[in-house]
Antibody, heavy 121, light 110 residues
Framework: EVQLVESGGGLGQPGGSLRLSCAAS????????MNWVRQAPGKGLEWISG????????FYADSVKGRFTVSRDNSKNRLYLQMTSLTAEDTAVYYC??????????????WGQGTTVTVSS | QSVVTQPPSASGTPGQRVTISCSGG????????VHWYQQLPGTAPKLLIY???QRPSGVPDRFSGSKSGTSASLAISGLRSEDEADYYC???????????FGGGTKLTVL
């Protein structure tokens, strides 16, 4: 069964850091681009980062550029999101999502259940 | 504000056909594939239509997508109560170098 499971969410301090992880199973992980998408409470979906199958193509939304870092470990079938300089506007459910292909970032055919990040003092 | 816009709400009665529009520009919808997602309350999004008009396996043929120029549409025929959900369009944006989502449309089945 193709599955994505996020972890690492929780309460973060303003200005602080959190690291999210996404464990993938049921597919050849390094053959697919991966994305992070977030959804603030009561709001729509916001794509925030994507990484190609081999890890060499990396993209960020302007809202997180310079603060968040995406990475992947294909030997462990894991995707990561290192979040720094957190603000209240980063409060959201964070989803990892598998792309249809190596570079087809906007077509996300498998999603995790999401992990909640709350930034508050 | 997203560079891709959708109506915030839509509605229909069971059995009806409804369409949801998605409007963008040259750098996104006109130049790239459009994809559609369905998000049921309290759940993760689900890919409904990819590459403008392709359905993943398991998605009923009541759902269809189309694109023309800088706009795209999702059509749902034979509306059912379980179709009540939020619907999002998405496309790659060449200017932003990343995917963009529309703001989402909340579909109510009356």
């Amino acid at each position: 069964e193709v599955q994505l499971v996020e972890s690492g969410g929780g309460l973060g301090q303003p200005g602080g850091s959190l690291r999210l992880s996404c464990a993938a199973s049921g597919f050849t992980f390094n053959n697919y681009a991966m994305n992070w998408v977030r959804q603030a409470p009561g709001k729509g979906l916001e794509w925030i980062s994507g990484i190609g199958g081999s890890g060499n193509n990396i993209f960020y939304a302007d809202s997180v550029k310079g603060r968040f870092t995406v990475s992947r470990d294909n030997s462990k079938n894991r995707l990561y999101l290192q979040m720094t300089s957190l603000t209240a506007e980063d409060t959201a459910v964070y989803y990892c999502a598998k792309a249809l292909g190596m570079r087809e970032f906007p077509a996300m055919d498998v999603w995790g259940q999401g992990t909640t990040v709350t930034v508050s003092s | 504000q997203s560079v891709v816009t959708q109506p915030p709400s839509a509605s229909g009665t069971p059995g009806q056909r409804v369409t949801i529009s998605c409007s963008g520009g040259r750098s996104n919808i006109e130049s790239n594939f459009v994809h559609w997602y369905q998000q049921l309350p309290g759940t993760a999004p689900k890919l409904l239509i990819y590459r403008n008009n392709q359905r993943p396996s398991g998605v009923p043929d009541r759902f269809s997508g189309s694109k023309s120029g800088t706009s795209a549409s999702l059509a749902i025929s034979g509306l059912r109560s379980e179709d009540e959900a939020d619907y999002y369009c998405a496309a790659w944006d060449d200017s932003l170098s990343g995917p963009v989502f529309g703001g989402g449309t909340k579909l109510t089945v009356l």
